[in-house]
Every structure is written in structure tokens, then in C-alpha cells.
């Protein structure tokens, strides 16, 4: 007798291929979007021949700014708000319902953020160069792997804050702690080394903190507190913010699972 094989199911790369995709077609529904996705980063660089900085740390200082808002602003932000409006449209749940698993809904509905974030620091990078503010990068390797590890940590942290946020509205306000009071202390409005010694430790606990710190490390390789750092060194100094990098992915991704919301609160 012969049998006859099921036929397979689409690959799980297609599966969130094909999710991404529409979850992207909706987003280039929305001009505004499109259009704030291109001129924040052409605006932030087109204000550097206004402020008088040509000294050769302007371009660094560049795109380390770029990477720390953008992840904030448009990563984090713009997946919070994302995720609870598919919760409450019910959208996430009805996806549950297929062949996708929790984590490819979740990533997928991230696809397009993600990559308007590439975008935009492309964008900021090529910005740098056309002002002839480049400088080689004392390691290449450190800001590409802080800005990935930054990317999936601001996707789990927004899939966190949707525990306690109820409406796209009112991310407004549950976002803040993160978006302002991270943002603050990062290192990115003024160096932790003039802070008091016990806040600064603090500072560099926080989640935005390591990422900046990785980002300027392999610039312009540049520790929190000024020292200047090359080769192992370098890498030594790295391994802090590393590690709270992923001691803060770990626990928000864990926070995820144990409380995320697929429906909306009745």
C-alpha cells in the first residue's frame, strides 16, 4: 500500500514573511509615518552645519545620538503603540489562531519598525559622510552589535509595557519612564562621569545606557567616564554594558511570557 505524504506547510520564514509583508503594506498606508520615517533623520542631520561643529567628534556624536533616539522614539514607542492596537482590534489573537506561533506573530508585526529603523540610521550615516564629518570607527563590530542588541531589547521592552498599557492613547504616558527617564541619563545630553559616582551606577543600569556606551566605544573608543581605549582594552570595557544589555532583554523577554496580553481586557 502506499501512502501518501501531507503535503508541508509553509517554512516559518515564509510564515512571518508573509505576515511582515502586510504588516509593512499598512505601514506605507501611512504617509505621515513614511514621511516623519525619512525627514526625522535628514532634519537631525541637516541642523549639524548650524551648530559650528566641524571638530571630527561631531560625527561620532552623530550617530551615536541617532541610535539612542532612534530606538527609543520610533523602535520602542512605535511598537508599543502597534502592539496594543492589534490587541484591542483583536488582530493578534485571530493570528494566534493559524499556523503562526506566538514569537513569529511578535516578530513579525516588528519587521517593519525594525527595518524603518535601519533606514533611518542609514540615512543619518550617509548624512555624515555627505558633511565630511566620517571618521573610521575604532571597532566596527561594537555599534552594529549594539544597535542589534538594542533593536530586539526595544522590541521585548515594548511587548512589556503593553502589560500596563490599555489604549495606543494612553502609551502617551506608559512609555514615559522609559522614553524620558532612560533617555536622560544615557549618556546622551551629558557624560555620566559628572554625575555623583552612586548615580551614575545607577544610570548605567538602566536600558538605553549600555547601548550608548557600546555605540561609543566603537567610534570613537571612548569609555562612560572618558577614557580613551583600544584592542582588548577596549573589548574589556565592553563586557559591562554588554551584560546588562542582556541581563535586560532576558528579563523583559521573561516578563513577556509570563504576562503578555493577546486580547483585550473585558
Request: proline share 6%; hydrophobic share 55%; aromatic share 6%.
Amino acid at each position: 500500500m502506499t501512502t501518501l505524504a501531507a503535503p508541508a506547510g509553509p517554512s516559518r520564514l515564509r510564515r512571518v514573511g508573509a505576515l511582515a509583508a502586510a504588516e509593512t503594506r499598512l505601514l506605507l498606508r501611512n504617509r505621515t509615518a513614511v514621511v516623519n520615517s525619512v525627514l526625522m533623520p535628514l532634519l537631525l542631520v541637516a541642523l549639524v552645519p548650524g551648530m559650528g561643529l566641524d571638530d571630527r567628534t561631531t560625527g561620532p556624536g552623530l550617530l551615536t545620538a541617532a541610535a539612542g533616539f532612534t530606538l527609543v522614539f520610533l523602535t520602542y514607542y512605535n511598537l508599543v503603540t502597534t502592539y496594543v492596537a492589534r490587541r484591542e482590534d483583536l488582530v493578534l489573537q485571530r493570528m494566534r489562531t493559524g499556523e503562526l506561533s506566538d514569537g513569529e506573530v511578535l516578530l513579525a508585526t516588528a519587521v517593519p519598525t525594525l527595518l524603518v529603523t535601519v533606514g533611518q540610521l542609514v540615512l543619518v550615516a550617509v548624512g555624515v559622510v555627505v558633511l565630511d564629518l566620517w571618521t573610521a570607527p575604532v571597532d566596527a563590530v561594537l555599534p552594529v552589535l549594539a544597535v542589534l542588541l538594542g533593536a530586539a531589547l526595544m522590541v521585548v521592552l515594548a511587548t512589556a509595557s503593553t502589560v500596563f498599557t490599555r489604549t495606543p492613547e494612553s502609551a502617551q504616558i506608559t512609555t514615559l519612564p522609559v522614553v524620558l527617564g532612560t533617555t536622560a541619563l544615557s549618556g546622551l545630553f551629558f557624560p555620566l562621569s559628572v554625575l555623583p559616582e552612586e548615580l551614575a551606577t545607577v544610570a548605567r543600569l538602566l536600558p538605553l545606557t549600555p547601548v550608548i556606551e557600546l555605540v561609543q566605544l566603537g567610534l570613537a573608543g571612548r569609555t562612560w567616564d572618558g577614557e580613551v581605549v583600544a584592542g582588548a582594552e577596549l573589548w574589556w570595557a565592553a563586557l559591562v554594558p554588554l551584560g546588562t544589555l542582556l541581563a535586560w532583554t532576558v528579563l523583559a523577554g521573561l516578563a513577556t511570557a509570563r504576562w503578555f496580553r493577546w486580547a483585550p481586557r473585558r
